[in-house]
């Protein structure tokens, strides 16, 4: 069993880290990483949709069952579910689904105190599943309440909040509907002066980008600009750059542009992080790979187990991120280190890899089930444990 894999299922607030053949205290209230650190608090930005699951029916027929989803609405539980603060920051409608949105963020005691209720309709996503490929959409969107935020009431609703990270994530809501990525910008703003960092994840979902990629591309190049981690899929590289295009290249010229980090997830293959060296200013990655073998997944009990779907896994590693880089585990926080306060030294590398690793296990699990299901804490800690057993 990794070594890496006994250290994820044995974390605690002073744990010792061992990577690298080095030992490390890392704690949240001594660390240096840690001084001067926002609060621990998330603000998830964007929408909230009913996705709609293709399964068998009892006659053997084509059915769809519907659950609460959108990647915001995925990220916030995710996140919520491994005990961190959480807020969503988006408009719900009043119908039927609208409600169960609402109360399915309360389940998950999200803080709701930013969201409006309004009599517009939900957003639906129909979804197709082809073995070996990614999933597919097709959204029904039209006049939908989680496209109505407006740039000129941002200030005004966060008013008086205070946050550790601030994260937009796309999906049905692209970069082209320019009155919400104008309020995504003003949220970026007003988030940054209270001193929180900020992430985006491009999140393509290519039958809703109307214009050309090229266009497309220099929107999110623009809006990687204003954000502290930028995060993609691999697919959603070759969608913006090119079947040809190379994901190191590609992560330098997101930090060139501002960012700080960025995260590059890769199905099965786990996930890249990306940053400048503390020495030499170089670009470096480092990798974390699932605690499974392909085709399996692992499930809570950390079993080996059959992929049910990848719906929600991208977004699950993107909550358990944003926990572990505002050391909601109680590790070291590495809010400056994105904030660009703090150099990415062998210390805070070392902090960085636990937090992918625990953020690709957390993914693993979500793809045992149907649907985006995050696991909690609880879950994630067992499974951990069983693997290093």
């Not at 070392?350 to 299901?373: H, K, M, P, W, Y």
């Amino acid at each position: 069993m990794p070594r890496s894999l006994a250290l994820l299922a044995g974390f605690s607030i002073s744990a010792l880290c061992a990577l690298g053949g080095k030992r490390t205290t890392l704690k949240a209230d001594t660390d240096s990483s840690s001084v001067g650190a926002p609060t621990f608090k998330i603000c998830i930005v964007g929408e909230a949709l009913i996705d709609f699951l293709p399964v068998t029916a009892h006659d053997g027929g084509a059915a769809y069952r519907w659950r609460p989803g959108g990647a915001p609405f995925n990220v916030c539980i995710a996140a919520a579910r491994l005990g961190i603060p959480t807020l969503f920051f988006g408009n719900l409608s009043t119908d039927l689904f609208g409600e169960e949105l609402y109360c399915a963020l309360d389940r998950e005691k999200v803080d709701l105190s930013l969201v409006e209720r309004l009599p517009r309709p939900t957003t639906l996503a129909f979804v197709s599943r082809t073995p070996g490929a990614d999933v597919k959409y097709a959204f029904f969107k039209e006049n939908a309440a989680d496209r109505s935020l407006q740039e000129s009431r941002i200030a005004q609703i966060m008013q008086g909040h205070n946050f550790g990270a601030l994260h937009v994530s796309l999906g049905a809501v692209t970069l082209e509907d320019l009155p919400m990525a104008a309020a995504f910008s003003e949220a970026f703003r007003v988030a940054k002066k209270g001193g929180a960092f900020t992430s985006f994840d491009s999140n393509i979902r290519e039958p809703m980008i109307a214009g050309g990629v090229e266009e497309y591309r220099a929107r999110v190049e623009k809006f990687t600009c204003s954000a502290s981690v930028a995060k993609s899929s691999d697919a959603d590289i070759e969608f913006l750059y090119g079947a040809d295009a190379q994901l190191d290249v590609v992560a330098a010229r997101w930090l060139d542009l501002g960012s700080k980090l960025v995260v590059i997830t890769c199905g099965a293959k786990g996930a890249l992080a990306f940053f400048r060296d503390a020495v030499t200013g170089k670009v470096t990655s480092i990798s974390a790979s699932p605690p499974c073998q392909a085709p399996n997944t692992i499930d809570a009990t950390g079993r080996p187990a059959p992929v049910a779907d990848t719906v929600g896994a991208g977004d699950t590693c993107m909550g358990a991120l944003l926990f572990g880089l505002l050391g909601g585990d109680g590790g070291a926080s590495l809010s400056n280190h994105v904030l660009g306060k703090m150099p990415w030294d062998g210390h805070a590398v070392e902090r960085l890899t636990f937090v992918l690793e625990r953020s690709v296990a957390c993914a693993a699990i979500t793809c045992s089930r149907n649907g985006a299901d995050p696991p909690t804490k609880a879950e994630l800690d067992h499974a951990l444990s069983a693997l290093s057993a």
